[in-house]
């Protein structure tokens, strides 16, 4: 039997996003891509996240047009899986919006880890970003 790979609608993909707690920011500039994980929070409408200034940043700051992705695999099923792929545009945040970010990655990340916060890594200043949706899809295959 071949497996049938259907679309999910808009409130199972908003459902899935508001479930997961780690995704993939795709960004492009000069000719070089990269895809880097990151804790994120979601709202609806943008995915939320706190990074220390880096490659991604300044790549999204050169180039704010990226691209969102999650995905979940069923290890107990082989090609059981569930994927969701956004498009959108990085804006960076500052004061109230800044900590109203901060605010949703903590409640989030302590709601799915039980830890009291992520850990912080060493080095450059903590900036906070959105990623306002612009278009997205999401496929999965079932069992």
């Known amino acids: 039997m071949t497996p049938q790979i259907s679309e999910l609608p808009?409130?199972?993909?908003?459902?899935?996003?508001?479930?997961?707690?780690?995704?993939?920011i795709g960004c492009h500039h000069e000719?070089?891509?990269y895809v880097v994980p990151v804790v994120y929070a979601y709202d609806g409408k943008s995915f939320y996240v706190a990074s220390v200034?880096?490659?991604?940043?300044?790549?999204?700051?050169?180039?704010?047009?990226v691209c969102f992705e999650v995905d979940e695999v069923d290890e107990r099923s082989v090609g059981v899986w569930r994927?969701?792929?956004?498009?959108?545009?990085?804006?960076?945040?500052?004061?109230?919006?800044?900590?109203?970010?901060f605010?949703?990655?903590?409640?989030?990340?302590?709601?799915?880890t039980g830890r009291t916060r992520p850990k912080r890594k060493p080095g450059g200043r903590t900036v906070a970003f959105r990623i306002r949706l612009e278009h997205v899809t999401g496929r999965e295959v079932s069992p």
Request: net charge positive; hydrophobic share 45%.
């Open 53 to 65: 200034e880096g490659r991604k940043v300044d790549m999204m700051r050169a180039n704010p047009r």
């Open 83 to 101: 994927s969701v792929v956004a498009e959108g545009v990085f804006e960076e945040l500052q004061g109230l919006a800044a900590a109203r970010a």
């Open 31 to 33: 000719g070089s891509t």
């Open 103 to 112: 605010a949703l990655l903590t409640r989030r990340f302590v709601t799915r």
């Open 10 to 24: 808009r409130s199972e993909i908003d459902a899935f996003l508001a479930s997961r707690l780690v995704g993939r």
